[in-house]
């Protein structure tokens, strides 16, 4: 019950603390500087020598452990730390001895006693103070020592005991990233256990101690960890290593630096020569925040010389800033530009059409007649015809690469003529503006041998002299299923 309360009481003060730096950071009636930068974290590791004064003469062991410790202001941090011990102790006049083993875990309250000073900006030594309290875990094996029960030989295990711990330390600062320490601590267990840690119980006053105290001299190797603070820049040297004022220093060698303000104007245009990139402005020219003669319209004339301080943008100004801006264009002035267009305009000859392409028109496989779906695109060439009925029309039947070049040729023509005599009869087109061509297999538009994109006839306005191509030679083609041999020219 007693540690309980000594734990809570101590958790109590380090709240309270807490609260009244909170109500200084922010007095009423005003907006407080915190000169406390966000700081690093301690990770440490340590090894030594422990050994338990009590009954027994202590003989040297061995422990280690490891600790996180955070700063809680420049000289206060709490430490929390693991233990592990192993040590002897014997009485030879007796023969009697023990072996104990230790695991222990604590919270510590430590005080770097003299980071008090301000004469650096970070200690380079530092002194630590610190009592803590915990828990511990320990088991003795004890050998011709006389237990209350009239045992003198056997194990002692403690299970889960109160402990309270209390040292001091100096640490040695290698680089804004580690430091090197050395320490000396004390623990003892409370409660009936406190007498056991060398397996002697205390059975007379007047003869032995009523506790025994494990003793800790131990290296210790820190290492400080934490990157950037909210802000963006990086966090501070644990507090306890970093100069109270080292931020107030700072602040004041800035202040320092400073120039020393000179009111002094020496073109008398408003702006102090401190600041002012144009010194020797004209007297009563105006002039922008920087001293500089304005010049409103950026057109190279400042506004104390500009006729036209605003000239529209786009146009060249004379010496005086006046945009030369040419005279509006009068009515008489567009009338002769368009007539003057116009005078040079041509319209399209026949020859120059010669290039435009019409709608293409598609066949079934290894045939000629025109399907329905086809009847649209020939009425287009027909309409392009009536409405321009100077113009003649080029109409190529093209095939598919199934088949020998003689059958795909007369194949191409039947296509072609197909195409023609439908103009001519459905249309009323005359025959004599329809100009008859073929090219077989040898103009494909996609490179599949039997697709329909290439069973296709094709319409051109035609070239002057252009006349229709004769008939290829060989077997008629197109009028039904094709079941030649392309080798035998079928």
């Known amino acids: 019950m007693t ?52 009954d027994l003469d202590s003989k040297l062991g061995f422990g280690g452990g490891l600790h996180v410790r955070k700063a809680l202001d420049h000289v206060f941090s709490l430490r929390v730390g693991a233990l592990y011990a192993k040590t002897k102790n014997e009485l030879q006049a007796s023969q009697s001895s023990s072996e104990m083993s230790w695991f222990s875990g604590s919270l510590q309250v430590v005080a770097a006693v003299n980071n008090i000073r301000f004469n650096k900006p970070n200690r ?101 960890l934490g990157g950037k603070d909210k802000s963006g820049a990086m966090r501070a040297e644990p507090l306890y290593w970093v100069n109270p004022l080292a931020q107030v220093s700072d602040a004041i060698a800035a202040l320092e630096a400073r120039p020393v303000y000179d009111p002094t104007d020496t073109d008398g245009d408003g702006v102090i020569d401190m600041i002012d990139q144009e010194k020797e402005s004209p007297a009563g020219a105006r002039v922008d925040t920087r001293g500089v003669t304005l010049d409103s319209d950026k057109d190279g004339v400042p506004d104390y010389k500009d006729k036209e301080p605003f000239s529209p943008p786009g146009y060249p100004v004379n010496a005086d800033g006046v945009a030369q801006v040419p005279p509006a264009l009068t009515e008489a002035d567009v009338n002769r530009i368009v007539d003057a267009k116009l005078a040079n305009f041509k319209l399209p000859t026949q020859e120059g059409l010669a290039d435009w392409f019409l709608p293409v028109i598609n066949f079934a496989n290894n045939r000629y007649d025109i399907s329905f779906s086809e009847y649209t695109k020939l009425f287009q060439v027909a309409q392009v015809m009536k409405n321009n009925p100077k113009i003649r029309i080029t109409v190529t039947g093209h095939t598919d690469q199934v088949g020998s070049d003689t059958y795909n040729n007369v194949l191409s023509y039947n296509r072609a003529k197909a195409a023609i005599d439908f103009l001519v009869s459905q249309h009323g087109i005359a025959r004599d503006r329809l100009v008859l061509d073929w090219a077989g297999k040898s103009n494909a538009l996609v490179p599949a041998r039997a697709s329909q994109l290439n069973r296709r006839v094709e319409f051109r306005v035609a070239k002057a002299g252009e006349t229709d191509k004769a008939r290829p030679e060989g077997p008629e083609a197109g009028q039904g299923r094709f079941m030649g041999n392309k080798a035998t020219g079928y």
Request: aromatic letters at 12%.
């Open 3 to 54: 540690v309980r309360n000594l734990l809570l009481s101590i958790l109590f003060m380090a709240a309270a603390s807490s609260l009244v730096a909170q109500d200084a950071a922010a007095p009423a009636g005003g907006t407080y500087r915190s000169f406390t930068p966000a700081d690093q974290w301690e990770i440490g590791l340590n090894a030594g020598v422990p050994f338990v004064s009590g």
């Open 124 to 224: 380079k030594v530092l002194l630590n103070a610190f009592f803590g309290v915990g828990a511990t875990s320990f088991t003795t094996d004890y050998t011709n020592v006389l237990q209350a029960d009239g045992s003198n030989t056997g194990q002692f295990k403690s299970g889960l005991s109160p402990l309270m711990e209390t040292g001091l330390g100096l640490a040695f600062r290698v680089s804004p990233k580690f430091n090197i320490g050395v320490e000396y601590g004390i623990g003892f267990v409370l409660g009936g256990n406190g007498d056991l840690l060398d397996g002697n119980e205390n059975v007379d006053a007047r003869t032995t101690t009523y506790r025994d105290y494990l003793h800790y001299p131990n290296l210790r190797l820190n290492f400080n």
